[in-house]
């Protein structure tokens, strides 16, 4: 923001001394790549692993108490609810990411 | 004559049903009519992040996903997971990958950011045309939902339901703009969603005793005492008729994956997914948008191939060995619009339905009346197959209400529903063609003095232009746009994708490489396309495809050349500008300290 005097780094926990706003924004960065690709391996295994590649092997157990073979069920429902958690997470997790490299917007 | 007055019933709250939805969405028109530029493209950027999700939910979902998706699912049985784990990952990559930094970016369009970033005329027309095509293959399918919804549920001619979804359409897409669009939008994800659960709901707790679909599609099947649960019945079932098992594999492991991959990178390319996300006010409502998006979208999703089981079930322990006289009333009612027809080769009286098609072509019947209690009689040619009974896709939902004995107005709403679903799609694809032509071609590119409210008013006419156009192509649909429709998502994966994606994570891509990476990957996949379906459709098999991928899947082929040829390409030439990778750094970050 054109004007505002850079805010210090709200968290005491921060990597010490990201001197320069450049350095800071560098940091962020790094950090957001790192939670997206956690977040995308998780996709990539539960979508293509479970639903895909090892579905024939995994259809070999069944989800206890119902019909669902395991297989089965990841390719058509459960997969499908963890591309919704895997979202609320990046949405939880990259605002407190803002608020820790003081690069939230306001209002 | 009990029963035609039961049908007229039927027509009587289908038109009242449908009439009202339509009533509600002129009236948001007018109440949100738009004066100025911003509000016309992005709705202003007032947007709240969980209207915003619902519109970008029934932005997204459309006529195929009502009507046709839980068919598709429950002929394909495991496979069809395909269309559910690639229309709703493709979410995630959106939410992660892009959504965040197009919206700081800001702007009006996608083309606008492949424009800006790749400082580039050039890539901003390549992105136009790319943005153009796919958004009129996709919505010709629409218009021709609308029509269809009509023609089957108020026996409308088709023609007549595409002109009546073309005035709608024009009402709140051209007087309203994105803000219209958005706020009819979200009345449209209500509608259709409601339209879709209930029957649902119904049918599961019919055939499984759960209230919840996603429940019942791993329970037990209960008409027969619940000891054997539904699926294993299903895979039951299938295997004596000849059928895969329900939820075993059909097809080869790297053509399902493929085709899935092409489905998400095409979600998360596609221009009238993306443009939502410019409509919310900050960075952050535009993560919260993408959660409530896909929330919003898996209720119908995870629903759908429950939908898909039930519906197959009912056909084979209702239908399949029964004689005309046994068979249930919904199919007798879908019959005589053609989504159900039989042909009795082995003359036993008994439909047996069997794996292949039981005549060439659709059905043809004759025009004579036949004799009442009597299975209309079919023209077509039967084929050597055992198999008697045509079934289309679409009536594993559209004939939903009529299984589960439904009150009348239930099947009024799955008609809104349906008619909700392509009327939202439609108008957000309408807006990505007038707002790429107005703003991208004629401001940014062969106008640039033109003032905003020119602007505006050429948007306006381009979004008539375009809904001229899209109805026209639903009432004569050329029969590539049937076929192309599918493909949209490849070539949205094989272009647009990889450019934004690039754009973003990749400081170091400059404009050579991003516009030859595009090229190459939209030609190489319209190519292969176009080779398979219309230059030799008869080498259209699985031993002839590239590593055995089909062309539903080949777009991810064509996104991983695109990939590489523009990291290779922008290698051997000069780096983008200082400016240019300023503006990265600008888009990564939500706020700028200093």
């Known amino acids: 923001m054109p004007g505002s005097d850079p805010p210090p780094p709200h968290d005491p926990g921060l990597p010490a001394g990201p001197s320069s706003n450049a350095e800071r924004h560098r940091l962020y960065w790094r950090q957001n790549l790192r939670l997206v690709a956690v977040l995308l391996t998780i996709w990539f295994g539960v979508s293509y692993g479970c639903g895909i590649l090892w579905v024939d092997w995994l259809d070999q157990f069944r989800i206890p108490g119902t019909g669902f073979k395991l297989g089965f069920w990841f390719a058509q429902q459960g997969s499908l609810y963890t591309f919704v958690l895997l979202i609320g997470v990046y949405v939880v997790l990259m605002n407190r990411l803002d608020r820790r490299y003081g690069v939230e917007e306001e209002g | ?594």
């Open chain 2, 1 to 594: 004559m009990d029963w035609i007055l039961a049908i007229s019933g039927v027509k009587l709250w289908t038109f009242i049903i449908v009439g009202l939805s339509f009533s509600l969405y002129i009236g948001i028109a007018v109440w949100s009519r738009t004066s100025s530029r911003s509000e016309f493209y992005v709705a202003g950027n007032h947007v709240h992040s969980v209207a915003n999700g619902m519109a970008t939910a029934a932005d997204w979902m459309s006529a195929a996903s009502f009507i046709s998706m839980a068919g598709l699912i429950s002929v394909l049985g495991r496979d069809g997971s395909y269309y559910l784990m690639g229309w709703t990952g493709g979410f995630v990559l959106l939410a992660l990958l892009l959504a965040p930094y197009l919206r700081k970016f800001g702007k009006f369009t996608v083309p606008d950011f492949v424009g800006a970033r790749y400082y580039s005329n050039s890539a901003r027309v390549v992105a136009v045309l790319c943005a153009v095509f796919v958004s009129f293959t996709y919505v010709a399918g629409q218009m021709r939902g609308v029509g269809l919804v009509f023609s089957r549920f108020l026996e409308i001619d088709v023609n007549w339901g595409v002109a009546v979804g073309m005035v709608i359409v024009f009402f709140y897409a051209v007087l309203g703009g994105m803000k219209g669009i958005t706020y009819t939008q979200v009345a449209q994800y209500c509608v259709l969603i409601f339209a879709y659960m209930a029957p649902a709901i119904f049918i599961s707790i019919m055939l499984t005793g759960n209230v919840l679909p996603q429940f019942g599609l791993g329970g037990a099947f209960t008409p027969e005492g619940g000891s054997v649960t539904l699926l294993d019945k299903l895979d039951g079932l299938n295997t004596e008729l000849g059928f895969a098992p329900y939820t075993s594999r059909v097809k080869g492991v790297a053509d399902v994956f493929c085709i899935t991959l092409a489905l998400m990178a095409g979600t998360a390319g596609l221009p009238h997914v993306i443009i939502r996300f410019y409509t919310v006010r900050r960075v952050r409502d535009a993560r919260a948008s993408a959660f409530w998006a896909l929330l919003f979208i898996a209720i119908l999703y995870t629903t759908a191939p429950a939908v898909a089981a039930f519906a197959r079930t009912n056909l084979l322990t209702t239908v399949q060995g029964k004689a005309y006289s046994e068979i249930p009333n919904w199919f007798l009612k879908w019959e005589q619009s053609g989504l159900v027809a039989w042909m009795d080769k082995n003359g036993d009286g008994r439909v047996d339905y069997h794996p292949g098609e039981p005549f060439l072509d659709k059905p043809a019947f004759d025009p004579t009346p036949p004799i009442p209690g009597q299975p209309r009689v079919l023209l077509n040619t039967p084929t050597a197959s055992p198999n008697e009974l045509y079934v289309d896709p679409d009536i594993m939902v559209l004939a939903n209400p009529e299984i589960a004995r439904l009150p009348n107005w239930v099947i009024g709403l799955v008609a809104a529903g349906g008619l909700a679903a392509a009327l939202s799609t439609a108008a957000g694809l309408l807006l990505v063609i007038s707002t790429s032509i107005a703003h991208d071609l004629l401001k940014q590119t062969l106008m640039p003095r033109m003032t905003e409210k020119g602007e505006l008013t050429a948007a306006r006419l381009a979004a008539s232009v375009a809904v001229v156009i899209a109805g026209v192509l639903g009432i004569y649909p050329p029969g590539w746009v049937a076929q192309v429709v599918a493909f949209a998502f490849g070539l949205a994966a094989s272009s647009f994708f990889p450019a934004i994606l690039l754009g973003i994570f990749y400081r170091r891509m400059n404009r050579e490489g991003a516009i030859s990476g595009m090229i190459t990957g939209i030609t190489f996949t319209a190519a292969y396309i176009c080779y398979f379906k219309f230059i030799n459709p008869a080498a259209n098999t699985a031993e002839h495809w590239l590593f055995g991928i089909s062309p539903e899947g080949i777009g991810s082929v064509g996104m991983a050349l695109n990939f590489v040829v523009a990291f290779v390409v922008s290698r051997f030439t000069a780096p983008p500008p200082p400016h240019i990778q300023q503006l990265v750094e600008h888009i990564r970050v939500p706020r700028e300290t200093g």
